[in-house]
């Protein structure tokens, strides 16, 4: 991702399954999630269920089949788990990774 950081009141554009509209930025979850209100009217594609003025959860992704980067809808069981994952310790020290840590116990005994 680039140095873009959702802000609330931002416009994106969503990928939905087959379409592609606009939404508004309602909440920031992290720097890769966002809900966000679609605001542009969808054609009311077969493969998806949103319309105008729900919200929906979003991740900035590489998307399938081109390889696109986006927002694109996700489940909202994404959603619940990126808000209960904990916040890490701005004060935390950072400890560098060991041999045992990469290469698992066995290895580094053999060596």
């Known amino acids: 991702m680039s140095d873009y950081q959702p802000k609330i009141d ?5 990928e939905l399954p ?3 509209t606009r939404g508004k930025i ?6 890769q999630m966002v809900i966000a209100q679609l605001e542009h009217f969808t054609t009311g ?3 998806h269920p949103y319309k105008k003025g729900d919200f ?7 998307g399938q089949p081109m390889n696109l980067k ?5 489940p909202q069981s994404e959603l619940d788990a990126a808000e209960e994952a904990p916040e ?4 935390a020290p950072v400890r560098e990774a060991t ?13």
Do not use: L
Request: proline share 9%.
């Open 18 to 20: 087959d379409e592609r």
């Open 99 to 111: 041999a045992e840590d990469i290469f698992g116990k066995a290895e580094h005994a053999a060596a």
């Open 88 to 91: 890490p310790e701005p004060d």
């Open 70 to 74: 986006g927002w694109y809808a996700v």
């Open 45 to 47: 594609s077969k493969s």
């Open 26 to 31: 309602v909440k920031v979850v992290s720097p």
């Open 10 to 14: 931002d416009i994106i554009t969503v």
């Open 56 to 62: 929906i959860p979003c991740r900035y992704q590489v």
